[in-house]
């Protein structure tokens, strides 16, 4: 479930404009024509921080662990 940012959601459209890539743009049109996604980037310390994300994109493979989704 996608929560909008103006009920206190995460801002998940502002990462995706963020990354610049050819899958984040396909993906946010997936986004805007109804499909839904989530977003998994928080640590198991909760952390906020992009720099603590262990999430990573190895060969188009995501690799990594995500708690808090």
């Known amino acids: ?3 909008p940012e103006a009920d206190g959601g995460m801002g998940m459209s502002l990462v995706l404009r963020e990354c610049h890539s050819p899958a984040a ?7 805007a024509s109804g499909k839904t996604e989530t977003l998994a980037n928080t640590p198991k310390n909760g952390s906020w921080l992009a720099a603590d994300c262990d999430i990573e ?5 995501l690799n990594g662990g995500a708690w808090f989704v």
């Open 57 to 61: 994109l190895v060969d188009g493979t």
């Open 1 to 3: 479930m996608i929560v």
């Open 25 to 31: 743009s396909r993906l946010l049109g997936e986004i």
